[in-house]
């Protein structure tokens, strides 16, 4: 019955699509063209379940990735989730050949803007036709059970585009034989970038990241080699192509660091509303052993560029020069790419 003070209340509700699929386009100085696709099905079985596939081909590389997620269930806003992935990508060096799976929880803390992940993962690591003569420190064939903590802390005014704020992320990886592969390491990686307002149109860039990777053993037992650093590239530092940084053997071939610290700084100016200016410098410490952490040898690139604000993010044209190149190493690189560098 309505009266005065009380009314019946009908609610219509519409649902919202239940399939959505992306095409995806990309470029980058070393994979050149990327391409793919990007599935999406939500409310799977009329669960609120989530699941996506991304399939991505690149001149370098081929890769694949699934997802389902089941939302609150371990509690409220706490996420389970499996994956399973698989990679193929000729590096600088070897052919990686990743594929495997795993199973985790999720949880994000809105107040603070944190995202924190817990997973087992298992899979099987290749790394294939490694240079002749390549004096491999670790294993290029291995099964790895691993206990993986990924942190999210994001406080960028944009994640595209940003312009004041700050993130940090960590990752950090546990390889055990007691979680059912045949390589024990532990194996961390920390980011974090701020970007300050300098005045109308100019802005200041800042980003540091540093890793380094230990074993219970010995390492040529118990490291796989594809799990080892190789700097370099347009989202390394830029005067060098992808793992083109990476620490050499006596031969002069490329054969990853055991830790790494690396930072840049930039400046950015705006041209006009979708052109910028940018001037930047890469530093890059690195370590063939862990013994010599944090580094033992030092690089250093300094370069500028041009940057096109798109809806896709920035398209950047950037140049980094060597000031202190080694043997063999180029005197610059020219980088095309879309993405902001960190």
């Known amino acids: 019955m309505i009266d005065e003070h009380e ?6 509700l519409k649902e919202g699509k239940r399939l959505d699929l992306s095409l995806l386009a990309g470029w980058g ?22 699941s996506r596939l991304r399939l991505i081909q690149s001149f370098k590389s081929s890769s694949a990735d ?22 193929r990508r000729e590096e600088i060096s070897f052919v990686r050949e990743e594929y495997g799976g795993g199973i985790g929880g999720r949880k994000y803390f809105k107040s603070t803007s944190t995202d924190l992940s817990v997973r087992y993962q298992y899979q099987v690591l290749n790394a294939a036709d490694t240079q002749p003569g390549i004096q491999v420190a670790g294993l290029t064939n291995a099964s790895v059970g691993t ?13 595209v585009y940003p312009r004041r704020g700050y993130k940090v992320f960590s990752n950090l990886e546990l390889g055990s034989q007691y979680l059912g592969g045949d390589a024990n390491y ?22 540091l990241s540093h890793g380094f990777v230990l074993t219970v053993g010995s390492r040529d037992q118990d490291l796989p080699f594809d799990r080892r650093f190789f700097p370099g590239g347009e989202h390394s530092i830029r005067g060098y192509q992808e793992g083109e940084a990476s620490p050499r053997d006596a031969a002069g071939q490329f054969i990853g660091a055991e830790t790494y610290v690396l930072g840049t ?3 950015e100016q705006a ?17 063939r052993v862990i013994e010599n952490y944090p580094f033992q040898d030092g690089l250093f690139s300094a370069g500028g560029g041009l940057r096109w604000k798109t809806i896709v993010g920035p398209i ?5 020069h060597n000031l202190n190149p080694r043997v063999g190493d180029p005197a610059g690189t020219l980088h095309f790419s879309i993405g902001f560098p960190f």
């Open 7 to 12: 009314r019946d209340v009908i609610y219509t």
């Open 29 to 50: 100085s070393y994979e050149m063209l990327r391409g793919g696709i990007d599935f999406e099905q939500f409310n799977v079985f009329g669960l609120a379940h989530r």
């Open 66 to 87: 699934y997802t389902y997620n089941i939302p609150d269930f371990f509690g409220h806003d706490i996420d389970l989730f499996l994956t399973a992935s698989g990679l």
């Open 147 to 159: 206990i993986i903590t990924e942190l999210r802390h994001d406080r960028r005014d944009n994640p």
């Open 186 to 207: 532990q194996r961390l990686e920390i980011a974090t970038s701020l970007h300050i307002p300098l005045y109308r149109g100019a802005w200041a860039n800042f980003g």
């Open 265 to 267: 700084l930039e400046f």
């Open 271 to 287: 041209l006009t509303p979708s052109i910028s200016l940018v001037l930047f410098s890469d530093s890059l410490g690195t370590a």
């Open 316 to 320: 950047r044209l950037e140049y980094g």
